[in-house]
């Protein structure tokens, strides 16, 4: 079971960057490797999922180095919204190899 | 849209007493989940299903058992609930994506709101 380690929290401004790593050092060839975000009261809700590489989309990009043993979450010009707890999820599709962990706390400053 | 509904978002029971939690999927999902979720601890996996009547054990099924008789329809079943399974319980669905190429199939799990359950 590949298991994650993040940071417990952070903080960052409004209007900056934010870079959230997660470590998976025994992540399987066919896990994917799943980021979430989750606003309290609400369930987790999927921001982004990658293999290898880089990824990226409407709200985020994920970078995975060519080892799969990290993952770095990138969030860009975060406002105020985007205060919340963001997950990394590492596991394959099928089975019960999932392992979302404690999450980062993301609070952003005015 | 994806939908998950939860049959509670709040409930109240007391020790000892049977609950059931249900939840409804309306995407035709093959994968659905159970999880707590407890302030420092995370997500936890619960159950965890695949198919109608298949189903796999998570990280803490102690205490719980399921039930998978239709597709979209998956419950969690305290058979006698106790005041430490007080908890946030959310359940997902996702489809089985095939394995990933160079750029992945998605595999998201999409979230029901959860059911706050208090055990007196």
């Known amino acids: 079971l590949a298991k994650t380690t993040q940071p417990i929290s952070m903080d960052s401004y409004e209007g900056q960057e934010v870079n959230i790593t997660c470590s998976h050092n025994n992540i399987a060839t066919n896990d994917y490797i799943t980021w979430y975000q989750q606003f309290p009261s609400q369930g987790p809700r999927f921001i982004i999922q990658g293999y290898k590489t880089k990824v990226t989309n409407e709200v985020a990009s994920l970078f995975i180095p060519a080892d799969r043993k990290s993952s770095t979450l990138s969030l860009p010009r975060v406002s105020l919204s985007d205060t919340a707890v963001y997950y990394c999820l590492v596991g394959a599709n099928t089975g019960n190899q999932f392992y979302f962990g404690t999450g980062t706390s993301l609070t952003v400053i005015p | 849209d994806v939908k998950v509904t939860q049959s509670s978002r709040y409930l109240v029971k007391r020790t000892g007493e049977k609950v059931f939690l249900e939840c409804v999927q309306d995407?035709?999902?093959?994968?659905m989940f159970w999880y707590r979720q407890d302030p420092g601890l995370g997500l936890r996996l619960i159950y965890f299903s695949y198919d109608v009547k298949m189903k796999e054990k998570g990280d803490i099924p102690e205490g719980y058992s399921v039930s998978r008789e239709k597709k979209e329809r998956f419950s969690l079943i305290l058979e006698s609930a106790s005041t430490n399974q007080t908890s946030m319980y959310l359940c997902?669905?996702?489809?089985?994506?095939?394995?990933?190429?160079?750029?992945?199939?998605?595999?998201?799990?999409?979230f029901g709101p959860g059911t706050r359950l208090t055990v007196t």
């Open positions: 995407m035709d999902h093959e994968n």
């Open positions: 997902a669905s996702s489809f089985v994506a095939d394995f990933p190429s160079s750029t992945s199939d998605s595999s998201e799990q999409y």
